[in-house]
């Protein structure tokens, strides 16, 4: 891959002394749009939150644009392009969506970029944070994320919980975001939607990548990646 926007190589990282990731190495090009799979616990969350430079990294290095960032702490890896949605969706209960929305502002970004992706948005910009369906809470999360003008984004398990209406709603906009430019890394235990959105699909076991594929491919032998991580294929 020649031009890799952000790159790990033999990264080992954690919490405190406890290694989870085990020598991770990955690339993802300017525009991929790639997912993340694997059972509960295998490290999907610790591996974005170790690219956003929120666990302990033991060894190895993280590129973005060819620059090393060990060592760039959260805010400032947020300031050079990474951002992140986290599981427990991150947004102010007590403001409102608005209010919300103008927390996550930046580089000249404006609400109605956040409006024209998600117009349910507008329509409940003055309800608070905690009044909204649990889509909703997910799509003000994405919105506010991407405020931040991010050139990667990592979502992690954005989809969990939803409605699958609004699992598809999400889908097509992750594919939207990368045909605007966006490098976009998405977490998701539902093999099914995963193909949907990837370009390539890595596989995570007991903190190592054990797979690696393009989507095409595994979209006519899904069994090959069930094996590997023992997922049902849905
Ligand atoms: N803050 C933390 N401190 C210590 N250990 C943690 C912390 N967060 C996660 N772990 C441990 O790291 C391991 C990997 O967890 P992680 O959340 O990265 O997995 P995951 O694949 O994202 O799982 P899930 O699909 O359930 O979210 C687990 O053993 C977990 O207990």
Known sequence: MADALLELDGVIAGYGETHIL??????????ERLAIVGRNGVGKTTLLATIMGQTRQHAGSIRLRGIPVDGVQAHERA??????????????PSLSVEENLIAGMRNGSNLNE??????????????GGRQLSGGEQQMLSIARALLGRPDIILLDEPLEGLAPVI???????????????HTVVLVEQQIGLALRFADRVVALDQGKIV???????????RAELDRHIGLSAT
């Open 114 to 127: 956040a409006y024209d992706l998600f117009p349910r948005l507008k329509e409940r910009r003055f309800n």
């Open 22 to 31: 085990r020598n991770v190495s990955l690339k993802v090009a300017k525009g």
């Open 79 to 92: 300031r050079l392009g990474i951002g992140i949605v986290p599981q427990t969706r991150d947004i102010f």
């Open 167 to 181: 699992c598809e709603r999400l889908v097509s906009v992750f594919g939207d975001l990368a045909d605007r430019g």
């Open 211 to 221: 797979f690696e594929e393009t989507a095409a491919k595994l979209a006519s032998n």
